[in-house]
């Protein structure tokens, strides 16, 4: 193919070089002629690409989480372990919990009302009375050197049955009738105020 010099208006052959042989000046080749170079200048559009995939590039680390399957089975693997054993701990806390229940709440509150009347007796220098009973840890009746309340509220056993309270040769005692729900048997929870 032969391409013409804009400048002097000489004609010659493409392989003859960029460069016209008859005045020395640079020909501008057509699009469709010039080897597959990369143009000098570049779109602004391209140039943001470029930049920003060299970010990546350079950014991003090597280890790309999810982007092989066995990476994501992995990972998937090691949260359904995790789970299961964070589940099986919920699981048997809950469990102990369940087991206690009852019997325990019982022996705590009991425990607790005898600790009230251990220091209502400290204070007022007597223990209740089976008439004031434990009405007297909440509310001051009139009593001299009363400090409480000891206790906020009373609530029936487990078993939906009231603490029994009782007093002998001074020392009160206080019980719960336990899952038979029958006074003076084996399964009663008891404490007293003998220290």
């Not at 460069?19 to 943001?48: I, M, W």
Request: hydrophobic share 35%; charged share 25%.
């Amino acid at each position: 193919m032969t391409l013409r010099c804009p400048y002097c208006k000489g004609t010659f052959k493409d392989d003859a070089g960029a460069t016209c042989p008859h005045c020395g000046k640079f020909v501008n080749r057509p699009a469709h002629l010039r080897p597959d170079q990369k143009p000098l200048r570049v779109s602004r559009r391209e140039y943001v690409s470029r930049l920003d995939e060299h970010r990546r590039e350079t950014l991003t680390p090597t280890f790309q989480f999810g982007r092989k399957p066995s990476t994501l089975l992995v990972a998937i693997g090691v949260l359904v372990v995790v789970g299961g054993l964070l589940l099986a701990r919920v699981a048997s806390r809950f469990s102990k919990t369940h087991r206690r229940t009852r019997g325990m709440v019982a022996v705590e509150a009991v425990e607790t009302l005898a600790t009230a009347t251990r220091i209502f007796a400290k204070e007022c220098g007597r223990i209740p009375t089976e008439e004031e009973n434990f009405i007297v840890l909440i509310s001051n009746p009139g009593i001299e050197g009363w400090a409480g309340p000891y206790i906020n509220l009373i609530k029936p056993d487990p078993w939906e049955q009231p603490y029994r309270y009782t007093t002998t040769n001074g020392i009160a005692i206080i019980t719960s009738c336990g899952t038979d729900q029958t006074p003076d048997t084996p399964d009663d929870i008891v404490a007293t105020t003998a220290e």
